[in-house]
């Protein structure tokens, strides 16, 4: 893992306060609200929260492709300098697929089956400017290869339903790689595979990652995803980032009550025990439809108490290094809490 | 791929002759053909002499393989009323019939189709609002009626178009315009359903995330994997229109099969009404045939079945 | 702060009931209220025609033909849409005419979801010789030019009330087949089917307890489409002579009735064919709107 504990001078991608609101019939959803964050050249930063937390509406807000009913704000979104939220939609697209690209989640449903591997790879490429057909096929040959798929020349011509779930990811991954991309967005890449499948590709993208000097925001709700990637982490929920760190750190170090409760939930991690139970998170994810108050988790928090419920939001504290949580609880209390769940001396 | 298309074929065939034995069926229960050839007033034994003469006095599954056997040759028999060759008389009305169809199906297409496409795309706006009121409304008209309203206002009020005939092609816009009404909202519909889950699909995000210009997204990406449904449905229609043609055929006096249709079963001349059954059923089966081998052409996934 | 035991204010919405929701859907939705108001109307009209009706639609006035209607000069509110060719009420007609209407697109409709519906369950549910069969009874049905063979029906059995429903219903059971045979077979592969079967439940029992509830909706839909286009019909038999034989007042005749007169009194054409086509309008927005309110993509 690269060594980015420090912040880095020039981030690729810096966000701040990007909040996403959806216009619904019952009133305006907060579905992110003062995301903040800089991703460096070269490292994988993961976004890990579970479904409907906001993790993907966020990364949708960078590509430009939010649904019509959602409208993104942010204080700044520079990437690779440029303030991308004010782009035309013109201008995004000169960017987007080249140096900015994306990996959807289902492989089975992001090519598409009309139309050859090949079409689908050079298109963009040639679309870019980046060379002529010739040259797009050999970029595309030269990647499927390097991405492990053989008799790339002949693959080619081949349909997106006639290749396994795991070589149609893999394309799509070489399709991201097509234009030598600075950042790739990879929504949830492994979710849609077979177990078995999602390490290789995880192996693989961490592989290119290191060969062309990518930058990655991984988006997950597996932190055993996020373990074996990332070098750092932010912990998503409704809506908001409730703590981010080094990944080793976080996993060393669990601050937010939430974030305990998502590492005690990891099988192999938690109790001891095979028999056990495996632990759940109580309760049910707040509505983010109108005004939010104070701190979101409150309902399932175990620490919650009566402050929790007043202000706006909860402001999000410093410990030491990279790691910060938003919680009003102080580090100490929030650490014996942890430490209590595993049966150690609080 | 070809398995399945012979397959198809099987079913196609099977299709045929079942509609064969059923609209030949329905047309001898419609009572004593050799009453109704003798007329009223002829005795016992003039109708049983009838009823030998034309073979109706044999089992019905006999007249039956003697009818389809002489059919498949191209035989449909004789007109009880003109006593024409079935065929001849088919054949004599038919170009008029078809070109009414096809030009109303073409003329369908060609408003439906880019319609649907803007109304998927500016998906609740007011070409979207417009164009489903227009389906509704499309949808609920009844076509005689829309026909005789054509006829006032073009014909008879601003006097711009003939209301009646078929010598012109002017004589086919008013039939046309009509027509096509009966299948234009469908159409519309399908397509601008079929663009709405492309363009919701993954394929079409990713394609905006690669970057491709609108139109490349739109057309190359979203509307072929809408087409598939639409061009069954436009096979479907044709065959449709063929036999719907009767009511507009009647109101504008074209003289094509639908109106020899009504004409034949207004006089009872079974003959004839059983062999167009036959023929628009057959039509319609090559049809839809003809649909899957489009469709294969798009879609590489029944292609390669 | 305090470290005692959080008391918390409630965070969870309260979920309403399917019908809660359905209502407060059907209360924001124009399209449905529209429908429904257009059908009641016609319901109305239909089922009180004798007492609303201002005059016997059948009673010949041959002094008095082709009065003017009450907005032209002469007119009177005796006669709102004048008489026609036979000196009868023009207005009467068109009530009564809402009868036919009714009847005969609400029966086949009936008849054809009937047939159709259970032809489809079966198939779906069943799979295998049964699918097979039902497949092809769908394709044999699609390949008969339906309008054709209603006109040669109705030559055949007469153009009564009764043979003109069963007929036309003849002509519409396929799309409910094949709409309940795709519902069928998404359905079969829940859980609490299998639960069912697993239970001993009988395959009638499945199919009508279990299975027809979940597409019931879909069935409603279709049945307002088909109703819809069975009245659409039903007319231009009609107005071709091939269907609700003269003088009964059927939309349809009234229009074919008044088509010599057209060039010099077309209201006598505008208003039967206007009001098919609201009446048609009505209940597709009222299927349509049903499904609106009830389909669970609806409910976000």
């Known amino acids: 893992m690269a060594d980015t504990t420090d912040a880095c001078r020039e981030p690729i991608l810096s966000v701040r306060n990007l909040d996403v609101t959806l216009k619904t019939a019952i009133g305006e959803l907060h579905a992110t609200r003062g995301i903040s964050y800089d991703i460096c050249p070269g490292e994988t930063f993961a976004i890990v929260g579970e479904s409907g937390c906001g993790k993907s509406i966020s990364s949708m807000a960078l590509m430009g492709l939010l649904p019509r009913i959602a409208r993104a704000r942010a204080d700044h979104c520079l990437f690779d300098g440029q303030e991308i939220l004010s782009l035309s939609r013109r201008q995004l697209s000169k960017i987007r697929g080249n140096t900015l690209s994306m990996i959807f989640q289902d492989p089975m449903t992001s090519l598409n089956p009309v139309y050859t591997i090949g079409d689908q790879l050079t298109e963009v490429f040639v679309r870019h400017g980046k060379g002529t057909r010739a040259q797009a096929r050999d970029r595309a040959v030269f990647l ?34 097509m234009c030598s991309p600075k950042l790739i967005i990879a929504d949830e890449p492994t979710t849609a595979l077979d177990v078995t499948v999602q390490m290789r590709t995880l192996a693989l993208l961490s592989e290119l990652q290191k060969e062309f000097g990518l930058a990655i925001i991984l988006i997950t709700h597996d932190l055993g995803v996020v373990a074996s990637l990332s070098d750092r982490v932010a912990v998503m929920y409704a809506g908001q980032i409730v703590e981010t760190a080094p990944t080793a750190q976080l996993f060393a170090d669990p601050t937010h009550p939430y974030t305990q409760g998502l590492i005690r939930c990891i099988p192999s991690y938690g109790e001891p025990h095979p028999d056990a139970e495996l632990p759940t998170i109580p309760g049910m994810v707040p509505s983010l439809i109108g005004r939010q ?46 430490r209590g769940l595993h049966g150690e001396p609080a | 791929m070809w398995r399945y298309f012979v397959k198809r074929l099987g079913i196609a065939v099977l299709v045929v002759f079942t509609v064969s034995v059923i609209s030949f069926g329905l047309l001898r229960l419609s009572g004593d053909l050799a009453q109704n050839l003798a007329g009223e007033g002829a005795t016992q034994a003039q109708v049983q002499d009838i009823r030998v003469l034309y073979g109706l006095d044999r089992p019905l599954p006999v007249q039956y393989v003697d009818w389809a056997g002489r059919a498949i040759t191209g035989d449909l028999g004789r007109s009880l009323f003109t006593n024409d060759p079935v065929f001849h008389l088919i054949a004599a009305r038919m170009p008029v019939t078809a070109v009414l169809a096809l030009g109303s199906l073409l003329l369908a297409i060609c408003v439906a189709l880019p319609l649907g496409v803007f109304a998927a795309v500016y998906r609740n706006s007011w070409i979207d609002r417009a164009a489903l009121g227009m389906a509704v409304f499309g949808s609920a008209v009844p076509s005689f009626w829309f026909a005789l309203i054509l006829i006032y206002v073009f014909g008879v009020q601003l006097r711009w178009l003939p209301i009646s005939g078929s010598t012109t092609w002017w004589h086919f816009v008013l039939p046309m315009v009509t027509l096509s009404t009966m299948v234009m909202p469908q159409i519309m519909r399908l397509t601008r359903g079929g663009m709405i889950e492309a363009l919701d699909a993954d394929y079409v995000k990713m394609a905006w995330a690669k970057g491709l210009n609108p139109g490349v997204v739109f057309f190359k990406h979203a509307l072929r994997n809408a087409l598939l449904p639409v061009v069954a449905l436009a096979a479907v229609s044709l065959g449709f229109l063929l036999g719907g043609s009767v009511i507009v055929e009647s109101v504008f006096s074209l003289n094509g099969i639908g109106s020899l249709a009504y004409e034949s079963i207004k006089r009872a001349d079974f003959p004839v009404v059983q062999s167009i059954l036959f023929v628009l059923s057959f039509i319609y089966v090559l049809l839809t045939l003809l649909s899957d081998l489009i469709n294969a052409r798009i879609d590489p996934r029944i292609r390669l079945h | 702060m305090s470290n005692a035991p959080a008391p918390l204010d409630n965070m969870d919405l309260a979920m ?124 044999v049905k699609l390949a008969m030019p339906g309008v054709l063979i209603a006109l040669s029906l109705v030559s055949i059995f007469g ?30 592969t829940r859980e609490f089917i299998a639960a069912a079967e697993c239970s001993g439940a009988s395959r ?69 064919g206007l009001a098919i086509c609201i009446l048609v309008v009505g209940i597709n927005l009222l299927g349509d709107g049903i499904r609106d309110i009830t389909e669970p993509q609806g409910r976000n």
């Open chain 3, 16 to 139: 309403p009931t399917p019908w809660q929701q359905s209502w407060s859907l059907a209360k924001r939705h124009i399209g449905l209220q529209t429908g429904a108001l257009i059908v009641l109307v016609a319901l109305i009209w239909a089922v009180f025609a004798p007492w609303i009706a201002p005059a016997d639609p059948y009673a010949q006035d041959l002094a008095n033909r082709l009065a003017p209607a009450v907005w032209q000069d002469g007119g009177s509110w005796a006669h709102v849409l004048g008489t026609d060719g036979f000196g009868r009420d023009v207005f009467s007609r068109l009530i009564w005419g809402t009868q036919v209407t009714m009847i005969v697109g609400f029966g086949a409709a009936v008849i054809s979801g009937i047939v159709g519906s259970t032809l489809g369950m079966l198939g779906g549910y069943l799979g295998g010789r049964v699918d097979a069969a039902v497949i092809f009874l769908i394709n």
């Open chain 1, 293 to 338: 108050k104070g701190c979101a988790f409150r309902n399932r928090c175990p620490l919650a108490f009566a402050d929790c419920a007043e202000g706006d939001t909860i402001a999000l504290r410093e410990t030491h290094g990279e790691h910060a949580y938003r919680c009003l609880r102080p580090h100490d209390a929030l650490m014996a809490h942890w």
């Open chain 1, 144 to 177: 499927l290869e390097r991405v492990g798929i053989k008799n790339a020349a002949e693959r080619l011509n081949a349909y997106p339903h006639q290749l396994s779930g795991g070589l149609r990811q893999r394309v799509v991954i070489a399709m991201a790689m």
């Open chain 3, 204 to 272: 009638g029992w499945i199919l009508f307890r279990e299975i027809l509830p979940n597409i019931a909706n879909q069935i409603i839909v279709i049945g307002s489409l088909e109703m819809g286009i069975a009245i659409l019909i039903e007319a231009a038999l009609s107005f071709l002579g091939l269907g609700i034989q003269p003088p009964t007042p059927s939309w349809g005749i009234l229009v074919s009735e008044a088509r010599d007169t057209m060039f010099f009194k077309p209201h006598l054409i505008v208003a039967p």
């Open chain 3, 159 to 188: 153009g009564s009330l009764l043979s003109i429903t069963i007929i036309l219903s003849l002509l519409f059971w396929d799309r409910f087949a094949v709409v309940t045979r795709t519902a069928t077979q998404q359905v079969r």
